[in-house]
């Protein structure tokens, strides 16, 4: 396995989705190659910055919604009453 | 991460979407006058929604208030706008990043919602259902913009040798991920730029990594196999990491 082939992996390897030998070669690989495995770690970490950063709001959370919405779809649902399946 | 994948009656739910897919007939159907938002302008004597916040907090679980909807009781569906409203709008705006077309998306998604609550099973939670069906709706919308010609991302994906070792080899960075997140001003700029990203490579990252939503999942609400998900989780997440590998990398250049 070569280091282009460990990177193309490392998708079915973090979702625990490589065969068992291939993830044998894989780890053996990440064992013995320090490029590889600052590549694999900063690519964890990479999903790990994602997502604190979109779901951890900066300021309180969750805002409220903004009254004026509630209004606009209360009234597009008795505008349309047909639309719930309530009345249907 | 405390959030767990809850997976939802899919098939079920998604076809009850689908009704709702053509967004185009849809809009016909609930003609909007032209408001600055897209709105509906909120004529709020004559639909006469006049509850208070404190009125309508007399629902103690989601059985209850499920009941209540399905009675129809005005009350419950202001209730349950506002319960989740706030939570839709932020998932919203993460997609579509333009407020307006997020609140027009969160629309879409109650009004889709009330029309299938026959459908929704009541193992899942509504909060959860919810959260589907908004992710759903400003998909719809993503999907109806003009399609602007996208910048590709090649330059950001990782270069090879032939031999397959790579031309710059990679190094830590110089702080764990918990540390370069602590300050809030970090998080806005690695969310900025997550928004640099094209659209195609965005929204799998934002489904996948971001919402939790399994590959199969993703593929269906995308409409593209669960194998070309992964392909564009991949490149999406080696165009991010190529991005903030330039502010992080340990060493100098
Ligand atoms: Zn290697």
Redesign the pocket.
């Known amino acids: 396995m ?2 282009k082939e ?1 990177v193309d992996f490392m998708v079915d390897y973090l979702s625990d989705q490589l065969p068992k030998g291939q993830k044998e070669v894989f780890e053996l ?2 064992s013995l ?1 320090p ?2 495995l600052s ?1 694999l770690e900063t690519y964890r970490e990479t999903i790990e910055l994602g997502r604190c950063a979109c779901t951890n709001p900066d300021g309180p959370v969750p805002e409220a919604v903004p009254e004026r919405l509630v209004d606009a779809i209360l009234a597009a649902r008795k505008a349309h009453p047909e639309s719930d399946s309530h009345n249907r | 991460m405390r959030r767990t994948a809850v997976r939802l009656v899919p098939s079920e739910l998604l076809s009850a979407l689908r009704d709702l897919g053509d967004r185009t007939a849809y809009t016909r159907r609930v003609p909007h006058p032209p408001t600055s938002l897209g709105l509906l302008s909120s004529p709020v004597a004559s639909g006469g929604v006049a509850e208070s916040a404190t009125e309508v907090q007399g629902f103690s679980s989601d059985a209850d208030l499920l009941a209540a909807l399905r009675r129809g009781e005005e009350a419950a569906y202001a209730h349950l706008v506002r319960l989740h409203g706030g939570r839709m709008l932020a998932v919203a705006k993460r997609l579509l990043k333009v407020e307006s077309e997020a609140e027009d998306a969160v629309q879409d998604a109650f009004l889709s919602a009330f029309r299938s609550l026959d459908s929704f099973e009541g193992e899942a939670k509504l909060g959860t259902w919810l959260h589907r069906i908004v992710v759903n709706a400003s998909l719809m919308r993503l999907r109806n913009r003009k399609r602007r010609p996208e910048t590709p991302i090649d330059d950001l994906l990782p270069r090879f040798l032939e031999d397959g ?2 031309l710059d080899p990679p190094q830590p960075w110089h702080d764990d991920a918990e540390q370069l997140l602590q300050d809030a001003e970090r998080r806005r700029w690695v969310r900025d730029r997550i928004d640099t990203l094209p659209d195609t490579y965005r929204t799998v990252l934002m489904l996948r990594d971001i919402e939790n939503l399994s590959t199969q999942d993703a593929a269906d609400l995308l409409g593209i196999t669960p194998n070309a998900v992964k392909i564009r989780l991949h490149r999406a997440r080696l165009a991010l990491r190529e991005i903030l590998d330039r502010e992080f990398r340990g060493g100098e250049r």
Request: hydrophobic share 25%; aromatic share 18%.
């Open positions: 070569t280091c460990l690989h990440l190659c490029p590889c590549f | 070792h790579y």
